[in-house]
């Protein structure tokens, strides 16, 4: 039995989409958490990192330990040099292409104080700065005259609120608010074959915190729930984009590889054979560059197991993504229903 995506799951990601919690400042996201899961937690604790770290105890015997992740961070920027009159430098966290910085909105500190991220207009710059990317040390983020109470040290995020278009969804931070938000929702339907190990990880956009939470949580096996590129959008000189096959509409992408992980091959076969089985459509995420937690996950101890599942969504690391609202209802189910048939066995077939 599998829950689906409607009215309360939608609000819930809302608000984590509309929450600031770039990297190392995850406070708005870890509260939501706590709020969302006390009441069906068997153990909850928050580490010192500030990993928010769930576990629900199933019933059966023999019970394989199951680490579910998905990270609450987000790419931001932390404000360096205050300037006067509401200016800043500032610093990039995560990985963010400059071209998409300028003239963007952003939200800065738990206050969400509104600033914009300035560049000369056209009317003053000059040629040589029209033809060229601006670096980001050439912005400054502006708050206007009176800076609004902000200090140097603060945090901001992009400033793009939750929207809904029918079947699309438009936001900041879908990496990973969406995997947050279905980690919640296997919590609150947790199967009772497994115990099931639940890790909201933090700064995961700079490399860090999902290998502690590993640590502490000694899991059998793990999944981790992300967002990938869909890289279906034509080519920039017109012709079929071929390089990559992750596409909106075509379900949860399954994870072969990436830049820091070989995906276990026992469970890549076991969530396709489910897929399989139950009708959901799926992808394979074919190798490429990035990564997810599963990366600090499946080093640590002696070796974890891994393998990641994510939604597909365009435009990732910006100022806004787009993702298409099947695909994560088809995430979840998938998600659901292959907790609902692990066993200790799965571990004990051949790798290849």
């Not at 820091?260 to 560059?289: H, K, M, N, V, W």
């Amino acid at each position: 039995m599998t829950t689906g995506i409607g009215n309360v799951q939608l609000r819930l990601l809302e608000r984590l989409c509309n929450a600031v919690a770039p990297s190392s400042d995850e406070t708005e996201v870890r509260n939501i958490v706590i709020e969302e899961t006390r009441s069906l937690a068997d153990e909850i604790k928050v580490d010192p990192l500030g990993n928010v770290l769930v576990t629900r105890k199933g019933t059966a015997r023999n019970r394989p330990r199951v680490m579910l992740a998905a990270h609450m961070d987000e790419i931001g920027f932390i404000l360096t040099v205050d300037e006067g009159e509401g200016i800043f430098r500032f610093e990039v966290m995560g990985g963010i292409d400059p071209r998409q910085l300028a003239g963007k909105m952003v939200w800065v500190g738990r206050e969400h104080v509104p600033g914009v991220i300035g560049a000369r207009p056209i009317h003053l710059a000059t040629k040589e700065e029209l033809n060229k990317k601006i670096p980001a040390a050439n912005l400054r983020i502006d708050l206007g005259l009176n800076g609004a109470g902000v200090k140097t040290g603060d945090y901001a995020t992009f400033a793009t609120p939750f929207q809904r278009n029918g079947q699309v969804i438009i936001a900041k931070a879908l990496d990973d608010r969406l995997g947050v938000a279905t980690l919640i929702e296997l919590i609150k339907h947790a199967s009772p074959n497994i115990d099931l190990l639940a890790a909201f990880t933090v700064q995961e956009e700079i490399g860090r915190g999902a290998g502690v939470a590993a640590h502490a949580l000694d899991p059998d096996m793990a999944f981790v729930i992300d967002s990938t590129p869909a890289m279906d959008l034509p080519s920039w000189d017109g012709e079929e984009n071929l390089s990559y096959n992750t596409k909106l509409d075509r379900g949860p992408a399954i994870y072969v590889a990436d830049s820091a992980t070989l995906s276990d091959p026992r469970l890549i076969r076991f969530l396709i054979q489910t897929a399989e089985a139950e009708g959901i459509p799926y992808q394979l995420r074919q190798p490429g560059s990035g990564g997810t937690d599963a990366g600090a996950i499946h080093l640590r101890k002696t070796g974890i197991p891994s393998v990641s599942v994510s939604v597909p969504g365009r435009y990732p690391h910006t100022a806004v993504g787009l993702v298409h609202l099947d695909d994560w209802k088809n995430t979840l189910a998938l998600l659901q229903i292959a907790l609902q048939r692990i066993t200790p066995e799965i571990l004990t077939q051949e790798r290849a």
